[in-house]
């Protein structure tokens, strides 16, 4: 195999470095890979929670707003015992 073969597959003529940078490259990959898969479930864990809080507000708007007729129709009543 002529030099020009073994440097176009990245082996060059340093040999063992060009190796060595296509395994820190592999490692950096790597843990770039696993931190963007963490990321990516930290955001599923958020969009949950957004979602979650979306119901509750939903709901403690209808309890709000369901109280109030509440406190509508006992101030009418108040209002015609008077």
């Known amino acids: 195999m002529a030099d020009s073969d073994f440097d176009a597959w990245g082996a060059g003529s340093g040999g ?3 190796s060595g940078d296509l395994v820190k490259d592999a490692l950096k990959k790597e843990k770039l890979l696993k931190e963007i898969e963490a990321s990516q479930q930290d955001l599923r864990t ?3 929670r957004v979602d979650t809080v979306q119901k509750e507000v939903k709901k ?3 309890d709000n707003e369901t109280l109030q007729m509440y406190i509508d129709n006992l101030t009418v009543q108040m209002a015609k015992r008077r």
């Open 16 to 18: 063992v470095s060009a």
């Open 46 to 48: 958020i969009l949950g």
């Open 60 to 62: 403690l708007t209808s």
